[in-house]
């Protein structure tokens, strides 16, 4: 019974982090100010500015892969290895189980809400 309520505990952690970190928009408001003062700073060289108009374009996107590809099926190995399983295949099946749900969630129910 206490290996269930650690486990429903993890997710709904796993799940407010995931929900609160994966929000690009956040990221890239807060990022604002370091990009424009990167802008100013490259104004005579048209290298860094093209890296800078790349990086202003393209930084949600490149935000929402690091997440969906590095840190949540990091986050959710890390806490799914906190739960108890008797073998090796039961982890793992709980490991692609969990990250196919908040690949879900995040996918396609966070940009409806947004």
């Known amino acids: 019974m ?4 650690k486990s429903f505990f993890l997710l709904v952690l796993l799940m407010i982090i995931c929900i609160i970190l994966v929000t690009p928009l956040v990221l890239v ?13 490259f104004e005579g060289n048209s290298f860094g500015e093209y890296v800078v108009q790349t990086l202003q374009a393209h930084f949600g996107t490149l935000m929402t892969l690091l997440f ?3 840190i949540i099926p ?11 399983h008797k073998t090796l295949a ?9 990250i196919f749900f908040f690949l879900i969630i995040i996918a396609i129910f966070l940009p409806l809400l947004g």
């Open 2 to 5: 206490a290996s269930k309520i």
């Open 29 to 41: 408001q807060k990022l604002t100010p370091l990009l424009e003062a990167l802008q100013k700073s």
């Open 68 to 70: 969906n590809v590095g």
């Open 74 to 84: 990091t986050a959710v190995a890390v806490m799914t290895g906190l739960d108890d």
């Open 90 to 98: 039961q982890r793992e099946i709980a490991i692609m189980r969990r």
